[in-house]
T-cell receptor
Framework: ETGVTQTPRHLVMGMTNKKSLKCEQH?????MYWYKQSAKKPLELMFV???????ENNSVPSRFSPECPNSSHLFLHLHTLQPEDSALYLCASSQDWASGGAETQYFGPGTRLLVL | GQNIDQPTEMTATEGAIVQINCTYQTSGFNGLFWYQQHAGEAPTFLSY????GLEEKGRFSSFLSRSKGYSYLLLKELQMKDSASYLC??????????FGAGTTVTVRA
């Protein structure tokens, strides 16, 4: 149990659908992250929120839209996705965005997304 | 951009030792992390290095050489449950984490 939960765990959607991924952290952290993990590729950072403010958008297409209503919840809204967007989407949290030292990120189990 | 390299796959026998190497080229350096990820599960934190040298934590050790842009994760007394993907990640001067593609370790009986 990492204290970071994600729903749904699996999602199949068509290219014209609209869906949302949800992440919740119970660790009292202030920073939350979305990553994309494709097979045999490194984790790609998509978005960072620190104290509910977006601090990083890593050149992500506009068909991915994040939302952070409070420090505990993070959403990723999806619309008109492409088959190449099929991947594992991981949420993570940490105490703070720019904290140094051994401060690590805690990951959720991910949402396995398949776009048909 | 950032460049993190690690081998794709490694296989070892139960009870043996395996060393997973990681080389990196990043914009500044603020620490190196190793994560373990079992299939279908979240990556979990294993170790952190920011100074040169060896950090030991039970059966797992991690080494760092900043001048060489090099780290390794050493897994000793391998157990079947150690079969997983091991991710090397480097935090740069902007506190962004860049990940390698992961090394899949298979432990055979």
């Amino acid at each position: 149990e990492t204290g970071v939960t994600q729903t749904p765990r699996h999602l199949v959607m068509g290219m014209t659908n609209k869906k949302s991924l949800k992440c919740e952290q119970h660790l009292g952290h202030n920073a939350m992250y979305w990553y994309k993990q494709s097979a045999k590729k490194p984790l790609e950072l998509m978005f960072v929120y620190n104290f509910k403010e977006q601090t990083e958008n890593n050149s992500v297409p506009s068909r991915f839209s994040p939302e952070c209503p409070n420090s505990s919840h993070l959403f990723l809204h999806l619309h008109t996705l492409q088959p190449e967007d099929s991947a594992l989407y991981l949420c993570a949290s940490s105490q703070d965005w720019a904290s140094g030292g051994a401060e690590t990120q805690y990951f959720g189990p991910g949402t396995r997304l398949l776009v048909l | 951009g950032q460049n993190i390299d690690q081998p794709t796959e490694m296989t070892a026998t139960e009870g043996a030792i395996v060393q997973i190497n990681c080389t990196y080229q990043t914009s500044g350096f603020n620490g190196l992390f190793w994560y373990q990820q079992h299939a279908g599960e979240a990556p979990t934190f294993l170790s952190y290095n920011v100074l040169d040298g060896l950090e030991e934590k039970g059966r797992f050790s991690s080494f760092l050489s900043r001048s060489k842009g090099y780290s390794y994760l050493l897994l000793k007394e391998l157990q079947m449950k150690d079969s997983a993907s091991y991710l090397c990640a480097v935090r740069d001067r902007d506190y962004k984490l860049s990940f390698g593609a992961g090394t899949t370790v298979t432990v055979r009986a």
